[in-house]
């Protein structure tokens, strides 16, 4: 089974700089999708980037892009020039490439910025 | 597009009470998921459709949650009786065939349940 894991449980940044945020993930499979979700206070889950596995390049989504480095298995999230409306829980989930299905997601990092 | 569309957002119940919860996915998505998020357990997924069949029903966790999508508008997910335990916000998500097996599933607002 896929597992995912957030090693952050919380990170704080301050308006304007650069945050990264870390996932690493296991499973066996070649082909798969990964993606980080933001759920504000609102408890809306909302779609920051998604990045297929069979793409080399990193997805870029504004002041969002990931660093996906498939042999290590890693899936980390920076967010530049920090805004207040950043706040608010991050999880990161993969999707086999084989099957309809279910997101796996990682427990959450919890992203503070301060003014 | 409205977006997906739970009711009711907030919901608190005593324990052995019937509760069931509603969800109009996005227009023309071919997939609906039942997701439930507690602290302990984080996201996780329950049952998931594809055009208003059931697919996978195995993150169900007992017989007592049950869910319906009688047509490709609206899913039902009925907890029946409830226990404290069942308190967690659950969502649905609806996602289209186009984009293929790594399409993204959009999620609604979620309805926060509280068992008493």
């Known amino acids: 089974a896929q597992t995912v894991t957030q090693s952050q449980p919380e990170m704080s940044v301050q308006e304007a700089e650069t945050v990264t945020l870390s996932c690493t993930y296991d499973?066996?499979?070649?082909?798969?999708?990964l993606f980080w979700y933001k759920q504000p206070p609102s408890r809306q889950m909302i779609l920051v980037i998604r990045?297929?596995?069979?793409?080399?390049q990193n997805a870029t989504e504004n002041r969002f892009s990931v660093n996906f480095q498939k042999a290590a298995k890693s899936f980390s999230l920076k967010i530049s020039d920090s805004q207040l409306g950043d706040a608010a829980m991050y999880f990161c989930?993969?999707?086999?490439?084989?099957?309809?299905?279910?997101?796996?997601f990682g427990q959450g990092t919890i992203l503070t910025v301060h003014p | 597009d409205a977006g997906v569309i739970q009711s009711p957002r907030h919901e608190v119940t005593e324990m052995g009470q019937e509760v069931t919860l509603r969800c109009k996915p996005i227009?023309?998505?071919?997939?609906l998921f039942w997701y439930r998020q507690t602290m302990m357990r984080g996201l996780e997924l329950l049952i998931y459709?594809?055009?208003?069949?059931?697919?996978?029903d195995s993150g169900m966790p007992e017989d007592r949650f049950s869910a319906k999508m009688p047509n490709a508008s609206f899913s039902t997910l009925k907890i029946q009786p409830s226990e404290p335990r069942d308190s967690a916000v659950y969502f649905c998500?609806?996602?289209?065939?186009?984009?293929?097996?790594?399409?993204?599933?959009?999620f609604g607002p979620g309805t926060r349940l509280l068992v008493l």
């Open positions: 998500a609806s996602s289209p065939l186009t984009g293929g097996l790594g399409e993204t599933q959009y």
């Open positions: 499973t066996s499979e070649s082909d798969y999708y």
């Open positions: 990045q297929e596995a069979y793409k080399q």
């Open positions: 989930a993969y999707k086999s490439g084989t099957s309809y299905g279910k997101l796996t």
């Open positions: 227009s023309g998505h071919d997939y």
């Open positions: 459709f594809n055009n208003n069949v059931p697919i996978d």
